[in-house]
């Protein structure tokens, strides 16, 4: 019985992904599907469970990557949103599996509940481009149709959602805690309109950036929104808490505010450089925030017990009640010279 079950779950899955991926008549599909089964039944000796499992991911994951190569278009079909929704069906059946054999350990079971967010999503087909020199904070979310250049940074709690069209940020551009960027599949205008922003632009704090276009070296102030079809141009600056309408540019070299957004005044030259120093600023910022974000658990348990052995009082506090404290030479802070013990 277990060669049997074994041979028909591998053939039905290696049939499927035989049949899917190259286009095989079915009954050639499943015949070549059920050879391969039970060869690997009697070649391995493979258990029924193990071998059911191992037949559906060969299956799917054939059917799956066949049907890549032989699509030219980014767009998924029918047939492929089908495959996907198997899949994220089997995914969640595994994960409710491993809940319920948690839940029958009774009081070894572990209680926290492990956070499921992820930085990067894939919709569908359509899966964010990040480049590696890119900082991403671990609280944000890329979503979709999103490519992300070098010496970028995304802050935390920061939406990126390309679901229905395309995002594209520039090199060395930072987006700042807690903005959202939204792009627009319609509109009253009819346009179809992505989310583009160029290079060294500054993103301030809470920003709303939809279906827009914001060209190199720009500003948009914190609270700021902009709505389809809006353009900021290099070197603009859009005051923080404006509303720039639909469809409105604001020139290069200009300040805008207020509600609707309306013209204030020119850029003074210490704003323009101000501007391209607040890029720079924010990537290197983002350097650091990478290097903490990578430190394993080990360290990050070591460090916080070497805080706590660097945590005194004050010296005066110290001698008033006649403690004497002795720093160990391997706990002496980097960033502080080690002081003599008191006597």
């Not at 910022?285 to 005194?312: G, S, W």
Request: charged share 20%; aromatic share 6%; with cysteine.
């Amino acid at each position: 019985m277990d060669g049997l079950g074994l041979g028909l779950g591998l053939g039905l899955c290696l049939g499927l992904g035989l049949r899917l991926g190259l286009g095989l008549s079915l009954g050639l599909a499943l015949g070549l599907g059920l050879g391969l089964g039970l060869g690997l039944r009697l070649g391995l000796g493979l258990g029924l469970g193990f071998g059911l499992g191992l037949g559906l991911r060969l299956g799917l994951g054939l059917g799956l990557g066949l049907v890549r190569r032989r699509r030219t278009k980014k767009t998924m079909g029918t047939l492929g949103k089908a495959i996907y929704t198997v899949g994220f069906w089997i995914r969640e059946t595994g994960q409710a599996i491993d809940r319920l054999g948690c839940r029958l350990q009774g009081r070894y079971f572990f209680q926290e509940q492990l956070s499921r967010h992820r930085t990067l999503m894939n919709v569908f087909d359509k899966a964010p481009v990040v480049d590696k020199d890119a900082f991403v904070a671990p609280s944000a979310s890329i979503i979709g149709d999103v490519q992300v250049g070098s010496g970028s940074s995304i802050w935390y709690g920061c939406v990126l959602r390309g679901d229905v069209n395309s995002i594209s940020v520039g090199s060395g551009t930072n987006i700042q805690d807690n903005s959202l960027v939204h792009v627009a599949k319609s509109n009253l205008s009819g346009k179809v309109l992505p989310t583009i922003i160029g290079d060294n632009v500054t993103i301030g704090h809470s920003a709303v950036l939809h279906g827009c276009t914001v060209e190199d070296e720009a500003f948009i102030g914190t609270g700021a929104m902009l709505l389809d079809g809006s353009i900021v141009e290099k070197n603009a600056m859009v005051a923080a808490g404006a509303l720039v309408r639909q469809n409105t540019k604001i020139p290069s070299g200009e300040v805008w505010g207020g509600n609707p957004a309306k013209f204030l005044r020119k850029l003074t030259d210490e704003e323009r450089a101000f501007i391209s120093q607040s890029a720079t600023n924010y990537s290197d910022l983002a350097q650091v925030h990478v290097a903490e974000n990578a430190k394993p658990f080990d360290r990050i348990e070591f460090e916080k017990a070497l805080r706590k052995k660097f945590t005194r009082k004050d010296e005066e506090d110290d001698s008033t009640l006649s403690v004497v404290r002795e720093t160990p030479p391997e706990l002496v802070h980097p960033n502080k010279d080690p002081k003599p013990l008191q006597k």
